[in-house]
């Protein structure tokens, strides 16, 4: 993959989204406000315009016990599992196989009313890196998805407006080993896992109308996720 003309991108994308989302949301600048709340879950959002156009930063913080960052990276990639847990997902094909921890999606998501159906094209990669803090503790597992051109698929060409993200989701495992020496099991495991996205939405749509589908949207999306993840790990070996 290393010589694929996408390469020097993906490197340069993945640095700069795995560096911002290790900064607390104190570190990430002014303007970050609280949107949503569930349990674990934070999420929080900056109103960001772009020509006009809602475009506002996600950051979302979630805990999790029970699952590996591994796990949630791992069914956060693939696309054999996307259609489970991907409620707005309308279609989905992988347009390349770059190398097998790198994909090229074109996915349309199903219309939101009143805003037109939107679709998106992105590169996939799939990265462990180091657990710098701790030498010999769980590796840390990364996605991060950013919209590409394609010539085979021109943007804007069809029905569907072409949207452009950037989306990065990073998990550190946490194992709090069992005191009397027995073997690990699930409930010594747990996931911080930090989301962040830049959606802009390609087309104009009310900002209104997208803040509203955003506030609705993430909580569900993340919420059913990692209830996918917790669900199709629950009897299965844990993944590192
Ligand atoms: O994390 S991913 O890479 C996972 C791969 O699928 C991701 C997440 C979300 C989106 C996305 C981008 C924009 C919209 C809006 C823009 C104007 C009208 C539709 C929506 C609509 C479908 C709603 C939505 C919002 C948030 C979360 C899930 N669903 C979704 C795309 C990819």
């Known amino acids: 993959a290393s010589q694929h003309r996408l390469w020097p991108e993906i ?3 993945v640095k700069s989204q795995v560096n911002m989302a290790k900064m607390g949301i104190g570190e990430c600048g002014a303007g970050w406000q609280l949107f949503a709340e569930d349990g674990e879950m934070k999420m929080y959002r900056r109103e960001e315009e ?3 156009m809602v475009c506002d930063p996600l950051k979302a913080v979630h805990v999790v ?11 956060f990639f693939n ?3 996307r259609y489970d847990w991907e409620s707005t997902l309308e279609h989905m094909t992988v347009l390349e196989t770059i190398s097998e921890d ?3 999606f074109l996915q349309t998501h199903k219309r939101i009313w009143p805003a037109s159906q939107r679709e998106g094209l992105f590169w ?3 990265r462990k890196l180091p657990n710098e803090k701790d030498r010999d503790g769980p590796d840390i597992w990364t996605v991060v998805n950013n919209s590409t051109e394609y010539s085979e698929h021109p943007a804007n060409n069809g029905k569907c407006v072409r949207i452009f993200l950037t989306v990065c989701l990073l998990c550190q495992t946490t194992v709090d080993p069992p005191k009397d020496g027995t073997t690990l099991t699930r409930d010594n495991l747990s996931c911080k896992i930090t989301y962040c996205s830049v959606v802009n939405p390609g087309g104009w749509a009310p900002a209104s109308v997208l ?3 955003y506030k609705r949207e993430y ?3 993340l919420k059913r996720f990692t209830a996918y993840v917790k669900n199709q790990t629950k009897n299965k070996p844990i993944m590192f």
């Open 11 to 13: 490197e340069n994308v």
């Open 50 to 52: 772009v020509d006009g």
């Open 65 to 75: 016990k029970g699952i590996s960052g591994h796990e949630v990276c791992h069914y």
């Open 79 to 81: 696309p054999q599992y």
């Open 102 to 104: 790198t994909l090229v």
């Open 124 to 126: 996939s990669h799939i």
């Open 211 to 213: 803040r509203a589908v």
């Open 219 to 221: 909580p569900k999306f």
